[in-house]
């Protein structure tokens, strides 16, 4: 099937700056896409020159096969919903909401009401954006981008401007939405558990390239670079291989069967609540950490230890 | 803490008025100066057609001069605020001419605008006119001298809002499809509605008063209530008389304000 979106060696220099290099990918239709890194990777950029408020350097971008790399913003069917969310000041939320349906026909008023429902803003409508919830101005962004069907929805940073104690839930809510209504999203966001758990497919940034592109399971369990190991997760480095912590066992006696391994001492052991946390200490002083259950929790401080692991969960690089 | 502001504004706002006002209700001595017996005849005087075709000639200029100074102000404002890191340089230009005095600038017009001024001499030496154009001494001056001078008061609090402007909700409109006219119309203008309200204050009320401008640019034939007020002062020596006029005309722009706050004025505040 056709990508809905497609980026083809797309860079974006400003002076003295490279932000974007070189990038391409592609989105499949309905697909809930993440552009993952650290602040500074380029992301919002790319983001920004798919809405066309930035024009790339060099490379094209394409929507359904179409190439609108000169298209203006007001040209493209995408639609973003802005980090501060950037809902009008003077408009009551359904002002927001109906802004981008230019004629106010009978389908425009129901197409409005549905959004109004499917968001739970029954009985707001009037309200100005300073009388609102910062999750009810959330759902009004939401709500006045998808009114203009957009092809593409882009989202920045969606969830960083809510209470941490939110941010689970409306995470669940924003997931169920996009399968729901089929929507292509694409959404930028630094926070690798919140890309892990809701993307189709997670693009992870670093200094302007895109280092992999892959499924959640894939890159967390076969990052292509050391870059993408470690910002998705903890990451022990024994002899040049990477091993998860969660994936790192721990016994008294060496292991006999085909596993990797190597002696240490133990450290600390840290209780989670959930799980344990045992560091170790390797002969050539690297510390690592061990993920374990309660029941392999029961080493103490400077018992000597194997730790080991599974071939299959060694961490390899093509770099 | 309120009581060296009650002292001030007691010495320099209301014990000047209440002299004016007490001025307004004495009558004129047969040699200028002050008089009794107290009277209500300076306010009766004011229902003159003479007089009251110099208020509403006021009001008029004052619009107009409000008008044209905010459809030269807003471009400019949001030319200025959209100039990055030049924005402050420009900003002092619009400023510049603060530096100089108002009357000399003003001068400075009469030498433009008069038949053997810069503007006529050089048309009439070109050959494009046969006679000198009638640019000074008539109401067209007038408001030119007012808008010259008043612009920057017009275009500094409209800078000052649309520099404030979220620049994403710009780009959040052009993104829901708005074309760079409707963006305008539809997000900045009403945003900047503070500004513009306090520009056309600031422009409006001291354009209402001018009297310097419709002297010398009018060459006293358009005549404004500044005008007249000074003339009561000085020529006429019916200082009675002026201080009614100057109280009315004060009047008339608190109630003006008065009335546009009520009706919900102030959110633009």
């Known amino acids: 099937m056709e990508p809905v979106l497609e980026l083809r060696q797309v860079s974006k220099r400003y002076p003295g700056h490279e932000a974007v290099r070189e990038l391409s990918l592609q989105v499949p239709r309905g697909a809930l896409f993440s552009l993952l890194g650290p602040s500074g990777c380029g992301k919002t950029t790319t983001l920004r020159l798919v809405a066309g408020f930035e024009q790339p350097t060099t490379g094209d971008i394409y929507l359904n096969g179409v190439r609108i790399n000169s298209l203006k913003p007001y040209e493209r069917n995408v639609s973003t919903v802005f980090q501060n969310y950037a809902l009008f000041p003077h408009l009551t939320v359904r002002g927001n909401i109906e802004f981008g349906l230019r004629r106010r026909t009978a389908e425009a008023e129901r197409r409005v009401r549905e959004l109004i429902e499917l968001m739970h803003l029954e009985g707001k409508e009037d309200r100005r954006i300073s009388e609102i919830s910062g999750g009810e101005r959330q759902r009004v962004a939401l709500a006045r981008s998808l009114a203009v069907a957009p092809e593409v929805l882009l989202l920045d940073e969606p969830l960083s401007a809510l209470d941490p104690k939110l941010r689970k839930q409306v995470r669940a809510e924003l997931r169920s939405l996009q399968r729901r209504l089929g929507v292509t999203f694409v959404l930028v966001t630094h926070d690798q558990e919140e890309a892990l758990s809701i993307s189709d497919l997670i693009g992870v940034m670093n200094q302007g390239r895109l280092e992999q592109v892959g499924e959640p399971r894939e890159v967390y369990r076969r990052p292509r670079t050391r870059f993408v190991a470690s910002f998705l997760g903890a990451v022990n480095w024994v002899d040049g291989v990477g091993v998860r912590p969660e994936a790192t066992r721990i016994s008294s006696a060496p292991p006999t069967a085909d596993v990797g391994s190597i002696p240490a001492t133990v450290r600390e052991t840290i209780f989670l609540g959930n799980c344990i946390h045992v560091e170790a200490e390797l002969e050539d002083g690297e510390v690592v950490v061990a993920e374990v259950g309660w029941q392999d929790g029961r080493f103490a401080r400077g018992d000597r230890v194997y730790l080991w692991w599974d071939r299959a969960d060694e961490l390899r690089f093509t770099e | ?269």
């Open chain 2, 1 to 269: 803490m309120l009581a060296p502001a009650a002292v001030w504004m007691a010495v320099f706002v209301a014990a000047p008025l209440g002299v004016v006002a007490a001025y307004s209700f004495l009558t004129r001595g047969p040699y200028g100066g002050l008089s009794e017996p107290w009277t209500l005849e300076n306010y009766v005087r004011l229902a003159d057609p003479l007089y009251l075709r110099i208020v509403a000639r006021s009001f008029r200029i004052a619009a107009v001069t409000t008008a044209l100074c905010l459809l030269l102000g807003f471009p400019l404002a949001l030319f200025l605020a959209r100039s990055g890191g030049r924005k402050h340089l420009l900003l002092a230009l619009v400023i510049l001419p603060f530096w100089t005095s108002y009357l000399v600038r003003t001068y400075a017009w009469m030498f433009l605008l008069r038949d053997t001024g810069l503007v006529n001499t050089l048309l009439v030496e070109a050959g494009l006119l046969e006679r000198p154009l009638p640019l000074l001494y008539n109401e067209g001056a007038v408001i030119l001298g007012l808008v010259y001078g008043h612009l920057p008061f017009m275009v500094l609090p409209i800078f000052a809002v649309l520099e404030r402007l979220d620049r994403s909700l710009v780009e959040a409109a052009a993104d829901l499809g708005a074309r760079p006219l409707e963006t305008l119309v539809r997000v900045v203008l009403p945003l900047a509605r503070p500004g513009i309200v306090a520009g056309a204050l600031l422009v409006f009320i001291p354009c209402l008063g001018a009297y310097l401008t419709p002297d010398l640019l009018g060459g006293g034939k358009t005549v404004m209530v500044g005008n007249l007020i000074q003339s009561q002062f000085t020529a006429a020596r019916d200082w009675p008389f002026g201080a009614a006029v100057s109280l009315a005309l004060m009047a008339l722009v608190m109630l003006g304000l008065t009335v546009f706050l009520r009706r919900g004025g102030e959110r633009f505040l």
